[in-house]
């Protein structure tokens, strides 16, 4: 049998072997490598149950963050318990919604950071041997090529990657500040319920007091065994009624830890909001909202929900720009040795796309559509967001003047016919006040719910407001950047 390998290949063409595995090793070594990296579900399990707010996390949190905060700042003071603002707080640094968002945002940075690069040079090595007994049968041509950035495309790709971490970035900041806003309006439902549950407290103790004060009237046959009973009932009632809000209010309560990003095992004593309004403070302390405003351009430049619209607008621009540039491709240019029966050529091989069938007709077609769709997107929101405007400012103006009513002249005569009833009880009176007693104080009782339904009412309805209005320092800052892209 003949020897393929022949030494009669000349010794130019030898070291081509040794010189190509030495280039492989050198590339190989350029590469990284894998490193797997588990999941391990008791661990992080057994943080989480482990978070605490004094271990340093939250401050070392506030001290790293470089974007300014969503909201007003404030002195972070956890040994008097934690108010409304800590929460927000607290929930900035450990909501795992958040966290998500802004891993999100650094996938899309690390896409912008090695986006519009070259494309890596294309080594390509052909080898031919003669079928003729000749002296030197082989034909070796190793060639590189290089791809040629002269259509725009990387200039394009850097642009796009650029928009769309720029929608990730602001993405973040819709996040943050739709979960500050979430931790005020369930700060206020578990503060309404945990209101609920006092009030209903207050009115079973009362019944309580009472009932023997009624058994003894009606055992001297001052009033009837059914008003007292009624009383007995109206007690078995309120105490079935209380022992649902105290759950209502520890559901509440569950709830507004889960948005904070801990568990109960966190021990925290939580201060209510709504219980500063008893106290003559007023919503706008933390939130001030101004009524009878129309949704101007300003606020539309301020609001979240549009700023991350026409940030998607954006890409849907570069997207275009994009595709345009992928009409051709890249055009190749290298070297390339070919060695021929012994003979050494040297030379260059390049080669470019004829846009003449495709020409990326699809891609262009569908970014300009998705561009008009975009645009469509921005500009309904900007309609649906200064109609739903002006709806919540005439429902904050109806509930504000339910509850005013109630406080004038609703509240007024039923605490009036209470003490009344509860003055003629002291003096021994019968019947007829004993069971006008015990609907005075169904009445005064049902009162004081309503208002605090209305206050937790126009709470909701003016973060409402406040969500759509956004914090304007930090899109200030935003859009700042987006004048520099």
């Not at 190989?28 to 057994?46: E, F, G, K, N």
């Not at 006040?433 to 206050?455: F, V």
């Amino acid at each position: 049998m003949k020897n393929w390998i022949s030494k009669k290949v000349p010794a130019p063409n030898a070291p081509l072997l040794p010189g190509l595995g030495w280039s492989i090793l050198v590339l190989l070594s350029a590469c990284q490598s894998y490193t797997p990296s588990p999941l391990d579900t008791a661990a992080h399990q057994a943080a989480w149950q482990a978070r605490a707010l004094n271990d340093g996390s939250l401050q070392a949190f506030l001290e790293q963050r470089q974007a300014p905060l969503p909201g007003p700042q404030g002195e972070l003071d956890l040994s008097d318990g934690l108010d409304l603002h800590e929460a927000r707080l607290v929930a900035l640094a450990f909501n795992p919604e958040l966290r998500l968002a802004r891993l999100e945002a650094g996938l899309a940075a690390a896409h912008a950071q090695y986006a519009g690069q070259w494309t890596d040079p294309e080594f390509a090595l052909s080898a031919l041997r003669a079928t003729d007994d000749i002296p030197d049968p082989w034909i070796v041509g190793p060639s590189l090529s290089f791809s040629l950035p002269l259509t725009g495309r990387t200039g394009a790709e850097t642009e796009h990657a650029a928009a769309q971490h720029q929608v990730a970035r602001t993405a973040v900041l819709h996040a943050e500040w739709r979960i500050w806003s979430e931790v005020w309006r369930a700060w206020q439902e578990w503060s309404a319920a945990l209101l609920r549950e006092q009030e209903t407290k207050q009115l079973q103790v009362t019944l309580g007091e009472l009932i023997p004060r009624v058994g003894a009237l009606a055992k001297a046959g001052e009033v009837t065994a059914r008003t007292a009973s009624n009383f007995k009932i109206e007690y078995s009632q309120r105490t079935a009624e209380l022992l649902q809000l105290h759950g209502l209010t520890l559901n509440k309560e569950q709830a507004l830890l889960a948005l904070m990003g801990l568990t109960a095992a966190a021990n925290l004593e939580l201060v209510p909001y709504l219980s500063h309004l008893q106290e003559g403070r007023s919503n706008e302390d933390f939130f001030p909202v101004t009524l009878h405003t129309e949704f101007s351009s300003e606020l539309a430049q301020r609001n979240l929900e549009l700023l991350q619209l026409r940030d998607q607008y954006a890409v849907a621009e570069k997207s275009l720009a994009l595709e345009i540039a992928q009409q051709i491709s890249d055009p190749t240019l290298g070297p390339v040795f070919e060695s021929d029966s012994g003979q050494p050529r040297l030379g260059l091989i390049g080669g470019i796309s004829l846009p003449f069938f495709h020409a990326n007709q699809e891609g262009i077609a569908a970014a300009r559509a998705e561009r008009l769709l975009a645009r469509a997107r921005y500009e309904t929101a900007l309609e649906i967001m200064g109609g739903r405007w002006q709806q919540v400012q005439q429902k904050i103006e109806a509930i504000t003047r339910q509850r005013s009513h109630m406080e004038q002249h609703l509240m007024p005569l039923i605490s009036q016919q209470l003490q009344d009833a509860m003055r003629l009880m002291e003096l021994g009176e019968g019947q007829d006040n004993s069971e006008a007693l015990l609907m005075s104080l169904i009445l005064s009782h049902q009162a004081r719910l309503d208002w605090i339904d209305a206050t937790l009412a126009v709470s909701a309805e003016e973060s409402k407001l406040v969500q759509m209005r956004g914090p304007e320092p930090t899109v200030k800052q935003l859009e700042e950047t987006e004048g520099n892209n």
